[in-house]
Nanobody, 113 residues
Framework: QVQLVESGGGLVQAGGSLRLSCAAS?????MGWYRQGPGKQRDMVAT???????NYADSVKGRFTISRDNAKNTAYLQMNNLKPEDTDVYYC??????????WGQGTQVTVSS
């Protein structure tokens, strides 16, 4: 089992920045952030492997940066130039294998115009 603890969400004005953190209780391979709005599917925002390979949704490229500290089993999502359409609940996901996935409880990000 892996427990994930997320932090860093909140309310920010458009153009502002937020940094999300996700701490895992043990080492994992891939960590990532996903977001979901009411009545919508959960979409990938950014992922990072333990070796540092990253992947981003087109909508956040150039604005968001995912990173991780393997020694702390923690991933970060730096979100800059936030837009109202970035408003969602953001979920951390960690994978120890292709079939062993864990989700955090979610953290609300609200961007006002």
């Amino acid at each position: 089992q892996v427990q994930l603890v997320e932090s860093g969400g909140g309310l920010v004005q458009a153009g502002g920045s937020l940094r999300l953190s996700c701490a895992a209780s043990r080492s994992v391979f891939t960590m990532g952030w996903y977001r979901q709005g009411p009545g919508k599917q959960r979409d990938m925002v950014a992922t990072i492997t333990s070796s540092g390979s990253t992947n981003y949704a087109d909508s956040v490229k150039g604005r968001f940066t995912i990173s991780r500290d393997n020694a702390k089993n923690t991933a970060y999502l730096q979100m800059n130039n936030l837009k109202p359409e970035d408003t969602d609940v953001y979920y951390c996901k960690a994978a120890r294998s292709w079939f062993e996935n864990y989700w955090g409880q979610g953290t609300q990000v609200t961007v006002s115009s």
